[in-house]
C-alpha cells in the first residue's frame, strides 16, 4: 500500500513528523511500520509537548525507590510483618476520551489498567481512588455519563476485590464535552521483590499472558491524543472492553510466578498494547526485540499484524523469562485459565522486527519510537492572574448560604456514588469514603497509608502556577490532617490543547507551581501521566476542559489506630483554628453559588504559603500522635464555615453534635478559602499543652468555639445565625439522589 498524506493524517501524525519517520527509516514504512509510529508518538506514548516542562519536577529524595519512568512510583514505608522491608507502588492515569464515548466500559478499563501499572511492579494492590470532572448536571448527556462511569468503576474494581476507598468529584460546564476520569491505584510489596521492564539477556524468550488479543482498542493511544468533534461517537471501536474476572486471575498468576526467580522483566500491556511494550522493554534495556505475530493468541480469525500489534485488549502482559524457565511458567498462567505464549525473543540489534507468514513485515529501529521520539518546545503564554476583587457582595443571611453552599454539586454528599463501591474488600480499610484521607491499613502490621486524590481547576485556571501549588498543598494538607506523614504524589495533568499557546501557557503555570510545592513540602512527584487535547469542537468551537492538574498523593501512619477523622466527637470539646485566616475571597465556591461570579470576575486565587503550609502540617500530625485532638479537618471548598458543617455532619451516635463559633469575622469571610487552616477539636485538659506547642511550633492557633448539640450556631457582630445539624445534613444528601432519579431540571 502507498502510504498517502490522507493515510498520514489519520495516523495523527503531521507532515513533518512523517519526514522524521522517513528518516528514521531511510525508506517508505508499511502501513504497520505507520502505525506503530503513529502510537509510539502519540501524545499518549511520547509526552512530546510536556517531557520539557515534566522534567521541572522534583522526582527524587530520601523515601523514594523508583520515580518516573518506570510503570509506577516506588516509596519505602519501613518493615512489613516479617521485618522485611516493604514498599508503596503507586500511579494515577487518565482513561478520559474513553469515558466519554462509552462512559461504563471506558472507566471500567482505565480501573484496569491502573491497577495492571501496580501488579505488574511485584505489588498486591490494596486501594484504589479516583478524580472525576463531569460538566453542568443538567446537561442532557450528563446523568448518562455519571452512571455510566460510577458503575464501570464500581464493577470493575469490585469484581477484581481490590477496595475502591476515596476520591473525588467536580462539576464545571468546561467539561460538557470533555469528562475525566482519573484512576488510581496503590499497593504493596517486599523491596527486595520490585520488579521492572528492561528486558536484558540475548535470547531470552519473549512471553504473552493473559486474555487473548482481539479488535477492540485499535488506536486507542491516538484517539486519546486528539481532541473531539461532533462525530466523537463514530470512536466507539476505540473503546477497550474489560474483563475484571480475568483481572484478577491475572494478579493471582503474575504474583504467584514472580515468588520465583524466572522473571527478567514485566510490562503490561496498556496504551498501545503490544507495541508500547515490546518497545517500552527494549528499549530501556538498550536491546533489540523480535516477535513471531503468527503465535499471538488471538480472539478473533484472520487478524493482521497491524491489527495485533496496535490492540488495546485488557488484561495481557509481556514478559521476558530466563531461558528454560517457560514451562515453570506456562504450569502457572495454565493453572489460573489464562493464556501463555511465547512469542519472541531479545536480541542484540537495537530493532523491533515482526514475522507473519514466515516473511517479515516490520523492521524499524527502536530509537526512533522511544528516547528519540519527537519532544516539542512548543510556544506558550503565560496567565495573566486576574485583577483583585473590587468589592465582595454583602453576605446577609449566614445560615441561607451555607445550607445553599454543602448542598451545591461540588459540596454535596458523594454517598450516592461510593455506596456502589466495595470499600471493605480485604477488611484493612481503616477510614472508609468521605473524610480528608482515606486510611488502609498494611496487612499484618500496626501501619497504614493514607490516600487522597485533589485538585482545583478553577484555581488553576485563574492563575495556573498558584493552582498547581494549591493542589500539591492541598493533597499534602489532606494526609496531614489523618495524620498521615507525607512520602510522595503521583499526578495525572490533563489540559487541552498543547499548540494553543495560552493551554501550553496553563500546563507549564501548573507543573512550575506544582514543583515549589513539592520541594517545599518534601512530597515528590513518582510517577504520573499527562492527558492533552481535552477538547470538544462540539460543544463551542474549540471549548477547553479548565486546566485539572489531578494530584493523588500517599502517607503513612505508624500506627492505624491514631489516625484522625473529621467528626466532632462530643459535646464540650473546644474548636481552634489553625493557621492565620486572611479572609481572601477570590475565587470561591460562595461567590460562584451564591452570587454567580466566576473565571476572570473572581480575582486571584487564595495564595499558598509554603513554608506556614509545612510548619502547620508538621504541628498538626505532631499533635494527632500525641493523642490531643478529637476531630481535624482541613479547610478548602466553602471556607471555614463549611468545614465546621462537615464535621458537624460526619458525626454519628445517640445524637448530632453541632458547634457554637464565636468570631469577629466579617460574615462573607466566614465562605472565604484561605490556606494553609485546619479546624481541630481539643478536649479542655489538653488545650494548654496544645497551645504551648503551637508557639514553639510557631503556628497561629485561635479558639474559636466550643461543640454543643443538634446546632449551628455562629455568633456575629450583627447578629445570632443557626442551622440544625439534620438540616444542614437533608441539604447536604439531596443532590445526588435527586440528580440521578431525573430531578434536575434539564438545560
Request: with cysteine; glycine share 10%.
Amino acid at each position: 500500500m502507498t502510504i498517502t498524506p490522507d493515510i498520514v493524517a489519520g495516523h495523527g501524525l503531521s507532515p513533518e513528523e512523517y519526514d522524521w519517520v522517513l528518516q528514521a527509516m531511510g525508506r517508505e514504512p508499511n502501513l504497520l511500520e505507520l502505525g506503530i509510529f503513529s502510537v509510539m508518538w502519540s501524545e499518549h506514548c511520547s509526552y512530546k509537548s510536556s517531557r520539557l516542562h515534566l522534567a521541572k519536577l522534583p522526582t527524587t529524595g530520601p523515601q523514594v525507590i523508583c520515580g518516573p519512568g518506570e510503570n509506577a512510583g516506588v516509596v519505602d514505608i519501613g518493615p512489613g510483618p516479617d521485618g522485611q522491608p516493604q514498599a508503596a507502588i503507586f500511579k494515577m492515569e487518565s482513561h478520559n476520551h474513553p469515558s466519554y464515548i462509552e462512559p461504563h466500559q471506558g472507566a471500567a478499563t482505565g480501573v484496569g489498567g491502573i491497577l495492571r501499572d501496580v501488579f505488574t511492579m511485584g505489588a498486591r494492590p490494596v486501594a484504589n481512588m479516583n478524580a472525576l470532572r463531569f460538566g453542568d448536571p443538567s446537561h442532557p448527556r450528563m446523568r448518562h455519563l455519571i452512571a455510566g462511569v460510577v458503575s464501570g468503576i464500581g464493577s470493575y474494581g469490585n469484581c477484581v476485590g481490590v477496595p475502591t476507598v476515596g476520591g473525588e468529584v467536580n462539576f464545571h460546564p468546561a467539561y460538557d464535552g470533555n469528562i475525566l476520569v482519573n484512576a488510581m491505584t496503590v499497593g504493596v510489596a517486599d523491596t527486595d521483590r520490585i520488579f521492572y521492564s528492561a528486558a536484558s539477556g540475548v535470547g531470552n524468550p519473549i512471553v504473552y499472558v493473559g486474555s487473548k488479543t482481539g479488535r477492540d482498542g485499535i488506536h486507542g493511544a491516538t484517539m486519546a491524543s486528539a481532541d473531539f468533534d461532533e462525530n466523537s461517537d463514530e470512536k466507539r471501536p476505540t473503546v477497550q472492553v474489560g474483563d475484571p474476572f480475568t483481572e484478577k486471575l491475572l494478579i493471582e498468576a503474575c504474583l504467584e510466578l514472580m515468588a520465583t526467580d524466572a522473571i527478567v522483566a514485566i510490562q503490561d500491556m496498556g496504551a498501545a498494547g503490544l507495541t508500547s511494550s515490546s518497545v517500552e522493554m527494549a528499549s530501556k534495556g538498550g536491546v533489540g526485540i523480535e516477535l513471531v505475530m503468527d503465535d499471538v493468541p488471538q480472539r478473533e480469525a484472520g487478524m493482521t499484524p497491524y491489527e495485533m500489534m496496535l490492540s488495546e485488549s485488557q488484561e495481557r502482559m509481556l514478559m521476558v523469562l530466563k531461558p528454560g524457565r517457560e514451562a515453570e511458567a506456562e504450569a502457572i498462567f495454565r493453572k489460573w485459565e489464562l493464556d501463555f505464549a511465547v512469542i519472541g525473543r531479545v536480541t542484540d540489534t537495537g530493532r523491533m522486527v515482526l514475522t507473519f507468514g514466515g516473511e517479515t513485515v516490520a523492521d524499524i529501529p527502536l530509537g526512533p519510537l522511544a528516547d528519540d521520539a519527537p519532544r516539542y518546545d512548543r510556544h506558550w503564554t503565560p496567565t495573566e492572574p486576574p485583577a483583585p476583587l473590587a468589592s465582595v457582595p454583602a453576605c446577609d443571611d449566614v445560615a441561607a448560604d451555607l445550607l445553599a453552599l454543602v448542598g451545591c454539586p461540588d459540596l454535596a454528599s458523594r454517598r450516592w456514588i461510593w455506596e456502589q463501591y466495595d470499600h471493605m474488600v480485604g477488611a484493612d480499610t481503616v477510614q472508609r469514603p468521605g473524610g480528608d484521607a482515606a486510611v488502609v491499613r498494611v496487612h499484618g502490621t500496626d501501619k497504614a497509608l493514607a490516600l487522597t486524590t485533589d485538585c482545583t481547576p478553577r484555581y488553576c485556571f485563574a492563575d495556573p502556577r498558584e493552582g498547581g501549588k494549591q493542589a500539591i498543598a492541598e493533597a499534602y494538607r489532606n494526609l496531614s490532617a489523618v495524620g498521615a506523614t507525607p512520602l510522595g504524589a503521583t499526578d495525572c495533568l490533563n489540559f487541552g490543547n498543547p499548540q494553543r499557546p495560552e493551554i501550553m501557557g496553563q500546563l507549564v503555570g501548573c507543573i512550575e507551581g506544582m514543583a515549589d510545592a513539592c520541594t517545599a513540602l518534601a512530597m515528590p512527584i513518582v510517577s504520573g501521566n499527562v492527558s492533552l487535547y481535552n477538547e470538544s469542537r462540539a460543544t463551542g468551537g474549540g471549548s477547553s476542559i479548565l486546566p485539572t492538574p489531578a494530584i493523588g498523593a500517599v502517607g503513612l501512619l505508624a500506627d492505624w489506630r491514631k489516625s484522625a477523622t473529621i467528626a466532632f466527637k462530643a459535646t464540650g470539646d473546644v474548636v481552634m483554628l489553625i493557621g492565620t485566616p486572611r479572609g481572601h475571597m477570590g475565587q470561591s465556591l460562595w461567590l460562584r453559588e451564591r452570587h454567580g461570579i466566576e473565571g476572570r470576575d473572581a480575582g486571584p486565587p487564595p495564595p499558598v504559603d509554603l513554608a506556614a503550609e509545612r510548619r502547620a502540617g508538621e504541628f498538626v500530625r505532631a499533635q494527632i500522635a500525641a493523642g490531643a485532638l478529637t476531630a481535624v479537618h482541613d479547610v478548602s471548598d466553602g471556607g471555614l464555615l463549611v468545614a465546621v458543617a462537615e464535621m458537624a455532619m460526619a458525626g454519628k451516635g445517640a445524637g448530632d453534635i453541632g458547634a457554637l463559633i464565636h468570631t469577629d469575622m466579617a460574615p462573607a469571610v466566614l465562605f472565604a478559602e484561605d490556606q494553609g487552616l485546619y479546624v481541630v477539636t481539643v478536649e479542655d485538659h489538653h488545650l494548654l499543652p496544645f497551645l504551648q506547642a503551637a508557639h514553639a511550633a510557631d503556628v497561629d492557633v485561635a479558639r474559636i468555639g466550643r461543640t454543643i448539640a443538634d446546632r449551628l450556631i455562629v455568633e456575629l457582630a450583627d447578629n445570632d445565625h443557626v442551622v440544625t445539624v439534620a438540616a444542614l445534613r437533608s441539604a447536604h444528601e439531596a443532590f445526588f439522589p435527586a440528580l440521578m432519579r431525573g430531578e434536575v431540571e434539564l438545560a
